[in-house]
């Protein structure tokens, strides 16, 4: 005999989508199952920075019409590969 599973409910805080996980199983879910793919090649490091740092960059990205991340990316970039003075 099948046993229905109660439903997911359809909104959740987190210590309540974490009891209710606590009690179920998401194989009994697989209508719910989504399939992604993981690259680890376009895995993220995240990195501490002084808070009055990161406000100094975060204004130098809004003037300079980019993203912190880009902007912090480019100075990485930049620092590790300088350009090659033409001989």
Do not use: C
């Amino acid at each position: 005999m099948a046993v229905k599973n109660e439903p997911i409910p359809d909104e959740m805080n987190i210590r309540e989508a974490s009891d209710f996980w606590d009690e179920h199983s998401v194989v009994d879910y697989d209508s719910h199952i989504v399939e992604f793919e993981y690259a680890p090649e376009n895995s993220v490091t995240v990195v501490s920075i002084a808070a009055n740092l990161a406000e100094t960059v975060k204004k130098r990205a809004q003037s300079s019409g980019v993203s912190v991340e880009t902007l912090i990316n480019l100075w990485i970039q930049e620092k590790l590969n300088p350009p090659q003075l033409a001989s």
